[in-house]
């Protein structure tokens, strides 16, 4: 073969890889743009995030740890919205390692600037800054970002991630406040179900078993999200959540949890409870029924369990030692 034509045959072979790989991006394009349309379609006109809040001053993130203070709200008819769901999901970079602590909403705290309320009140007074001013005062733990979601779209949102259901095991009949009845027995949930699960606000273990199957849910969701059905339906997934979700987390910091969470798709994520076994007591305050906890009890629990290696190294250096 003559050199001119070994040129033009390699010409040609550049031209198709050129326009293979140009009409992959296209069809990529394409296909992302379609895909969050259609969310944005799923997500629907009722979806609005009108309400300005303080801004956020959360600190800077430490040693690779990350707060994020999630934020559920519960907006119904004509009142002000409280923070129905109040958690800190935990990450740290080094370890990839996902951690979930539920902070009970009838919690009696302090507010700065506005006395003793219940936990719940300081979204209702001061939104998502607040609530974080209000958990370092009373626990010492800064939080670096939030995210809040509007309750009216998580239904939406778990129907993305998890379209064949999520399987729970109901304990027994729930019905009262959910415009719904869930059987007992072991089932699976759609998205509407599922809200009406974690909702349920007269359980027989009070407002505790409530915060239990928030927990179970969002395990679950954890693990259906970072699955390969989710990545190929993240564009759709983004059109869903955008109109719902009032976050501060940079898509840096996004990508970098996510890319953790597959990396560690296997690992458990560990959950707690605030306040903890044996640290609180029922009580009757001028703002109704509240959790009056033992503050110094609670903090060290929080400590221990965000830093758990951290721990562990001091433990070894106690044995360590004469």
Do not use: C
């Not at 349920?200 to 390969?228: M, N, P, W, Y």
């Amino acid at each position: 073969m003559k050199r001119s034509e070994r040129r033009k045959k390699k010409r040609r072979g550049l031209r198709l890889v050129q326009f293979t790989v140009i009409s992959l991006l296209i069809i990529g394009i394409a296909y992302w743009v379609i895909q969050y349309n259609h969310g944005l379609s799923i997500a629907g006109k009722d979806a609005t995030k009108d309400e300005v809040f303080d801004p956020f001053e959360g600190a800077e993130p430490v040693f690779g740890e990350i707060n994020v203070l999630l934020l559920g709200g519960d907006a119904r008819g004509d009142e002000k919205a409280r923070a129905d769901t109040l958690m800190i999901a935990h990450y740290n970079q080094t370890t990839n390692d996902v951690r979930l602590v539920s902070i009970m909403r009838d919690i009696y705290v302090d507010i700065p600037g506005h006395g003793k309320q219940k936990m719940n009140s300081a979204f209702a007074i001061g939104g998502p800054e607040l609530v974080r001013k209000t958990i370092k005062e009373n626990f010492d733990i800064d939080v670096h970002y939030y995210a809040m979601v509007d309750f009216n779209g998580f239904s939406k949102i778990v129907d993305v991630i998890a379209p064949d259901g999520i399987e729970v095991d109901i304990p027994y009949t729930m019905s009262h406040g959910i415009y719904m009845t869930l059987h007992p027995g072991k089932q699976v949930l759609n998205g509407e179900q599922l809200l009406g699960y974690v909702r349920f606000r007269h359980d027989r273990l009070s407002d505790f078993g409530r915060v239990e199957r928030q927990q179970e849910v969002l395990t679950k969701l954890k693990d259906q999200a970072i699955s390969f059905h989710t990545f190929v339906n993240l564009p759709k997934l983004l059109g869903v959540v955008e109109p719902y979700i009032d976050t501060n987390v940079d898509n840096r910091t996004l990508l970098s949890i996510g890319k953790g969470m597959l990396l560690n798709k296997n690992a458990k994520m560990e959950t707690l409870r605030i306040p903890v076994a044996n640290s609180f007591v029922d009580k009757r305050e001028r703002v109704g029924e509240v959790l009056s906890i033992d503050f110094e009890k609670n903090k060290q629990a929080l400590k221990e369990f965000l830093s758990p290696a951290e721990e562990d190294n001091n433990s070894e250096t106690v044995e360590d030692q004469p």
